[in-house]
Structures are given as C-alpha cells and as structure tokens.
C-alpha cells in the first residue's frame, strides 16, 4: 500500500547561512493495505517529519515514495492526517467539522449530512452531533478530528501523536476505539507515538527509529491477537513486547538526551 525508498530529508543549509540539519535517513519502509503501523523515536529524531514526507505536507530530498503504485509528489487525496493538537473549528459544531471536508470537494447537503451522521457514530459521538468543540473533552474533540479525517475515505490516515495531550486512562481507551474503527473500514494507519505502551497495545508492527538523523533501529512485530480490547496490557506477552520495544529504545534515548544536553 506504502512503500518508501531510501527517504531522506535534510532542513536548511543553503543559503539561509544556517547549518544543515539532517532529519531522516535512508527510510525503506513497506506499509501493507490494513496494517497498523506504528513510528517511535526519541524526542526530535524526525518522526514527525517522515509523517509529514508520507502526507506530501514537505518533500524529501532524498528517496522515492509511492502510495497504491502511485507516488506522491503533494498533498493525496488518499491520505489524511490528524494532528496531536486540535485541529476542529471552534465555531462548528460536531457535525458541522466533521462535513468540513466533503464541503471543501463540493459533495451536496444530503450526501455529506448523511456520511457525517454515519462517521459520528462510529467514532461514539452520536448524542454529541450539534455540540461544539468548547463543550466537548479533550478526547471527544479528538474523535471528531478522527471522524473528520476518515469521512474523505483515505486509503492511509497519518496520526501524529494524536492522544498525546490526553491523560492515561482516555489514552488507552481511545485506542481501543481506534482498533475498532480500523477493524470497521479495514484502514491503514500509520501512527506515530513517543509511548511505549500504546504503540504495543494497538500495532501491527513497529518501527523503532534511532536518535537524530533518525534511521531505522528495528522492527518489532507485535503478533497479540485480534480484535484486541485494552485487557492485552494485563498479559505476560506484551510485557515482554514492551521490553522489546524498550530495550530498542533505551540506548537511542540515552544519545538523544546526550545530544540535547549539549545543546545540538
Ligand atoms: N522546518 C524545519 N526546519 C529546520 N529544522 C527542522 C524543521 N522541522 C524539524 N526540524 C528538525 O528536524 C529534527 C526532527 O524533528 P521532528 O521530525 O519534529 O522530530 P520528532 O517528531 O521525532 O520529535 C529536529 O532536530 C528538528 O529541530
Ligand atoms: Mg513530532
């Protein structure tokens, strides 16, 4: 479905006078259609700047991209993105945001009402169509962000941190939500996430990257059963899928914080 080729990117350096920063190197990746796949690396290892390379928002300057045969080369129509910071209209209501996009493509009232209503449900929010997102909690005004992305029927949804603002316990079930929801559509998602726990409980696979300019470390498959409910997390094996991931991580985590202590 998504297949990367030696995706690199490195900012500035040229005539700005500043020096180059190196961000990404040598990404090969291949996502398959349907797959959870998951994206973790120290603070400021370029995760967020591949999600961003993946969504055509910035070029790579290095590497070839293709989703479904096709390579991108700008923002794609079937990929959509939702952001760890709020990204609904204060000024709309639920339903209001979540027909946001189908009115940009010109789809007719009826249409997008009706593919609104249906995304609203799925995503739990039903007896919240006509609230704002003022009267909703943080993890309500990220299910309309979700439903807001899904109604354009994306091929991929790029997630970037998008619970990271929550609290621990409406992080985990609103993963629980996102498994359904990729269980419904057979979506593929690719997720990017700085949480250990999160990245086992709802992966497929997992990447973890090294510490700036970020490359892959290793591949961790995350073979739990599914449907998979939030109760995995009490289980012996993703304990010790979480010391995989972990001991993966720790040594990058230690260059990462040497790297900011230093202040480069
Ligand atoms: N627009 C930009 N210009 C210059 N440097 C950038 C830009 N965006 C990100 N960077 C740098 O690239 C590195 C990776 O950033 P980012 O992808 O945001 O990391 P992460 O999401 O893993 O925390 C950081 O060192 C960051 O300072
Ligand atoms: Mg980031």
Same mark, same amino acid.
């Given at each position: 479905m998504l297949n990367l080729r030696n995706i690199s990117k490195v900012f500035g350096g040229t005539d700005d006078g500043l020096a180059s920063v190196p961000a990404v190197e040598n990404i090969s990746i291949d996502v398959r259609a349907g797959e959870f796949f998951s994206i973790i690396g120290p603070s400021g290892c370029g995760k967020s700047t591949l999600l961003r390379i993946i969504g055509g928002l910035i070029p790579a300057t290095g590497g070839e991209l293709t989703v479904a045969g096709e390579t991108v080369k700008g923002p794609h129509r079937s990929i959509a993105m939702v952001f760890q910071e709020e990204s609904t209209f204060p000024w709309r @209501? @639920? $339903? /209001? +945001?979540?027909?946001? /996009? $189908?009115e940009m493509h010109g789809v007719g009232h009826a249409e997008r009402r009706q593919k609104a209503v249906e995304m609203i449900r799925l995503v739990g929010l039903s007896e919240f169509e006509k609230r704002y997102p003022s009267e909703l909690s943080g993890g309500m005004r990220q299910r309309v962000a979700i439903a807001r992305a899904l109604i354009l029927e994306p091929k991929i949804l790029l997630m970037d941190e998008p619970f990271g603002a929550l609290d621990e316990q409406t992080r985990i079930i609103l993963g629980e939500e996102l498994l359904k929801i990729r269980d419904a559509l057979n979506q593929t998602i690719i997720f990017v996430t700085h949480n250990? +726990?999160?990245s086992v409980q709802l992966s497929d696979r997992v990447l973890v990257m090294t510490a700036r300019p970020g490359k892959i470390k290793t591949m961790v498959e995350i073979d739990l059963p599914h449907p998979r409910d939030s109760s995995i997390i009490a289980s012996d094996r993703f304990g010790r899928l979480v010391g995989q991931v972990w001991s993966a991580l720790r040594e990058e985590s230690i260059r990462s914080f040497r790297q900011t202590e230093q202040g480069h």
């Open positions: @209501t @639920t $339903l /209001g +945001n979540v027909e946001f /996009g $189908l250990i +726990n999160e």
